[in-house]
Protein backbone atom coordinates (compact mmCIF):
# COMPACT_ATOMS: atom_id res chain seq x y z
CA UNK A 1 0.00 0.00 0.00
CA UNK A 2 1.13 3.38 0.12
CA UNK A 3 3.79 4.74 2.16
CA UNK A 4 2.65 8.15 3.43
CA UNK A 5 -1.32 6.45 4.42
CA UNK A 6 -2.12 7.09 8.25
CA UNK A 7 -5.55 6.54 8.46
CA UNK A 8 -8.50 3.88 7.49
CA UNK A 9 -10.58 6.28 5.63
CA UNK A 10 -7.56 7.30 3.49
CA UNK A 11 -6.45 3.71 3.02
CA UNK A 12 -9.57 3.06 1.39
CA UNK A 13 -9.79 5.74 -0.70
CA UNK A 14 -6.37 5.20 -2.08
CA UNK A 15 -7.18 1.15 -2.74
CA UNK A 16 -9.62 3.22 -5.40
CA UNK A 17 -6.78 4.81 -6.64
CA UNK A 18 -5.03 1.52 -6.80
CA UNK A 19 -7.88 -0.13 -8.40
CA UNK A 20 -7.25 2.41 -11.47
CA UNK A 21 -4.02 2.36 -11.78
CA UNK A 22 -4.50 -1.38 -12.48
CA UNK A 23 -8.02 -0.61 -15.15
CA UNK A 24 -5.38 2.05 -16.49
CA UNK A 25 -2.83 -0.37 -17.48
CA UNK A 26 -5.10 -2.05 -19.35
CA UNK A 27 -6.50 0.83 -20.66
CA UNK A 28 -2.82 1.54 -21.82
CA UNK A 29 -2.63 -1.43 -24.04
CA UNK A 30 -5.97 -0.98 -25.53
CA UNK A 31 -5.69 2.52 -26.30
CA UNK A 32 -2.05 3.38 -26.60
CA UNK A 33 -0.25 6.36 -24.55
CA UNK A 34 0.93 9.97 -25.83
CA UNK A 35 4.97 10.67 -25.83
CA UNK A 36 4.39 14.02 -24.97
CA UNK A 37 5.78 14.66 -21.25
CA UNK A 38 4.37 18.15 -19.50
CA UNK A 39 6.76 19.68 -17.24
CA UNK A 40 6.03 19.42 -13.13
CA UNK A 41 4.74 23.15 -13.73
CA UNK A 42 1.95 21.73 -16.09
CA UNK A 43 0.85 19.65 -13.94
CA UNK A 44 0.72 22.07 -11.31
CA UNK A 45 -0.91 24.40 -13.62
CA UNK A 46 -3.65 21.61 -15.15
CA UNK A 47 -4.49 20.30 -11.30
CA UNK A 48 -5.37 24.23 -10.38
CA UNK A 49 -7.72 24.31 -13.01
CA UNK A 50 -9.14 21.17 -12.29
CA UNK A 51 -9.46 22.56 -8.64
CA UNK A 52 -11.17 25.91 -10.08
CA UNK A 53 -13.83 23.27 -11.85
CA UNK A 54 -14.83 21.29 -8.85
CA UNK A 55 -15.43 24.68 -7.00
CA UNK A 56 -17.66 25.83 -9.87
CA UNK A 57 -19.47 22.43 -9.67
CA UNK A 58 -18.84 22.29 -13.73
CA UNK A 59 -19.55 18.85 -14.06
CA UNK A 60 -19.62 19.41 -17.82
CA UNK A 61 -16.26 20.93 -17.88
CA UNK A 62 -15.09 18.28 -15.52
CA UNK A 63 -15.86 15.40 -18.11
CA UNK A 64 -13.98 16.44 -20.70
CA UNK A 65 -10.73 16.06 -18.03
CA UNK A 66 -11.87 12.47 -16.87
CA UNK A 67 -9.34 9.65 -17.67
CA UNK A 68 -11.91 6.69 -18.47
CA UNK A 69 -10.52 3.38 -17.96
CA UNK A 70 -11.28 0.35 -20.34
CA UNK A 71 -12.21 -3.15 -18.69
CA UNK A 72 -13.45 -6.01 -19.20
CA UNK A 73 -17.54 -6.55 -17.71
CA UNK A 74 -17.48 -8.98 -15.50
CA UNK A 75 -14.62 -8.37 -14.27
CA UNK A 76 -12.86 -6.02 -11.95
CA UNK A 77 -14.91 -3.79 -9.62
CA UNK A 78 -18.14 -5.32 -10.07
CA UNK A 79 -18.94 -4.01 -13.61
CA UNK A 80 -21.95 -6.01 -14.78
CA UNK A 81 -22.40 -6.60 -18.34
CA UNK A 82 -25.23 -5.69 -19.93
CA UNK A 83 -27.96 -7.31 -22.11
CA UNK A 84 -26.08 -8.25 -25.04
CA UNK A 85 -22.44 -8.23 -23.51
CA UNK A 86 -20.59 -10.92 -22.99
CA UNK A 87 -18.47 -11.71 -20.16
CA UNK A 88 -15.43 -10.11 -20.89
CA UNK A 89 -16.77 -7.47 -23.13
CA UNK A 90 -14.34 -4.17 -23.62
CA UNK A 91 -16.49 -1.32 -21.98
CA UNK A 92 -15.19 2.15 -20.38
CA UNK A 93 -15.81 3.10 -17.24
CA UNK A 94 -15.04 5.43 -13.84
CA UNK A 95 -13.80 4.91 -11.06
CA UNK A 96 -15.91 6.47 -8.62
CA UNK A 97 -17.82 5.56 -4.98
CA UNK A 98 -18.23 6.18 -1.22
CA UNK A 99 -15.57 4.34 0.64
CA UNK A 100 -15.26 1.34 -1.64
CA UNK A 101 -14.56 1.95 -5.06
CA UNK A 102 -16.82 0.67 -7.99
CA UNK A 103 -17.17 1.38 -11.70
CA UNK A 104 -19.16 3.97 -13.59
CA UNK A 105 -19.96 3.41 -16.77
CA UNK A 106 -19.06 6.23 -19.33
CA UNK A 107 -22.76 7.06 -19.78
CA UNK A 108 -23.82 7.13 -16.40
CA UNK A 109 -20.75 9.92 -14.89
CA UNK A 110 -22.50 12.68 -16.27
CA UNK A 111 -25.44 12.06 -13.65
CA UNK A 112 -22.82 10.06 -11.04
CA UNK A 113 -20.56 13.26 -11.49
CA UNK A 114 -23.20 15.97 -10.75
CA UNK A 115 -24.51 14.45 -7.81
CA UNK A 116 -20.79 14.07 -6.28
CA UNK A 117 -20.06 17.96 -6.77
CA UNK A 118 -23.64 18.87 -5.82
CA UNK A 119 -22.42 19.91 -1.94
CA UNK A 120 -18.92 20.57 -2.97
CA UNK A 121 -18.22 23.92 -0.59
CA UNK A 122 -14.56 25.02 -1.37
CA UNK A 123 -10.79 22.86 -2.04
CA UNK A 124 -9.16 21.65 1.52
CA UNK A 125 -6.28 20.37 0.41
CA UNK A 126 -3.81 19.42 -2.29
CA UNK A 127 -1.21 17.27 -2.13
CA UNK A 128 1.81 15.17 -4.64
CA UNK A 129 0.67 11.73 -4.64
CA UNK A 130 4.03 10.38 -6.04
CA UNK A 131 2.17 6.63 -6.62
CA UNK A 132 -0.06 8.12 -8.86
CA UNK A 133 2.85 8.29 -11.47
CA UNK A 134 4.08 12.01 -12.63
CA UNK A 135 1.66 15.08 -11.89
CA UNK A 136 -0.36 12.63 -9.50
CA UNK A 137 -2.30 14.48 -6.89
CA UNK A 138 -4.94 13.85 -4.86
CA UNK A 139 -7.51 16.95 -3.97
CA UNK A 140 -9.50 17.04 -0.90
CA UNK A 141 -12.78 19.31 -0.79
CA UNK A 142 -14.48 20.51 2.16
CA UNK A 143 -18.43 19.74 1.50
CA UNK A 144 -21.80 21.29 3.03
CA UNK A 145 -21.56 17.81 5.30
CA UNK A 146 -18.31 19.05 7.16
CA UNK A 147 -17.73 15.16 8.50
CA UNK A 148 -17.75 14.32 4.75
CA UNK A 149 -15.26 15.21 2.45
CA UNK A 150 -14.73 14.75 -1.37
CA UNK A 151 -11.29 13.17 -2.57
CA UNK A 152 -10.50 13.82 -6.81
CA UNK A 153 -7.10 11.73 -7.81
CA UNK A 154 -5.21 13.62 -10.72
CA UNK A 155 -2.77 11.86 -12.49
CA UNK A 156 -0.81 13.98 -15.60
CA UNK A 157 -3.57 16.84 -15.67
CA UNK A 158 -6.73 14.79 -15.75
CA UNK A 159 -9.09 13.27 -13.08
CA UNK A 160 -8.54 9.29 -12.49
CA UNK A 161 -10.99 8.80 -9.37
CA UNK A 162 -13.72 10.73 -7.61
CA UNK A 163 -14.50 8.96 -3.64
CA UNK A 164 -16.92 10.61 -1.20
CA UNK A 165 -17.76 9.90 2.05
CA UNK A 166 -14.73 8.08 3.58
CA UNK A 167 -14.29 10.50 6.54
CA UNK A 168 -13.52 14.15 6.59
CA UNK A 169 -11.12 16.38 4.74
CA UNK A 170 -8.92 16.68 7.61
CA UNK A 171 -8.73 12.66 8.06
CA UNK A 172 -8.18 12.52 4.34
CA UNK A 173 -4.84 14.31 4.10
CA UNK A 174 -3.28 13.10 7.40
CA UNK A 175 0.20 11.92 7.00
CA UNK A 176 0.21 13.36 3.63
CA UNK A 177 2.71 15.57 1.59
CA UNK A 178 3.90 18.14 0.81
CA UNK A 179 0.90 20.01 -0.64
CA UNK A 180 0.44 21.84 -3.86
CA UNK A 181 -2.75 24.01 -1.57
CA UNK A 182 -1.88 23.17 1.93
CA UNK A 183 -4.82 22.76 4.43
CA UNK A 184 -6.41 25.11 6.80
CA UNK A 185 -4.42 25.77 10.65
Known amino acids: MF ?20 CLIAS ?6 SDVSPSADDFEEQTRQLV ?25 AAVPCRGGEAPGT ?10 E ?3 VRRDAVPMALAAMLADVARVFAVYYEPELGPGGF ?15 TIAEGR ?4 SSGCGAPRDL ?11 PE
Open 138 to 152: VAVFQRERPESGLAV
Open 173 to 183: VAGAGPFLIAP
Open 90 to 99: LVEGFPMGGC
Open 28 to 33: TFVTGC
Open 3 to 22: RCLRTAAKRRFLSAASLLAS
Open 52 to 76: RLIEERDSEGLIRKISYATILCGSV
Open 159 to 162: VSSV
Open 101 to 103: PFI
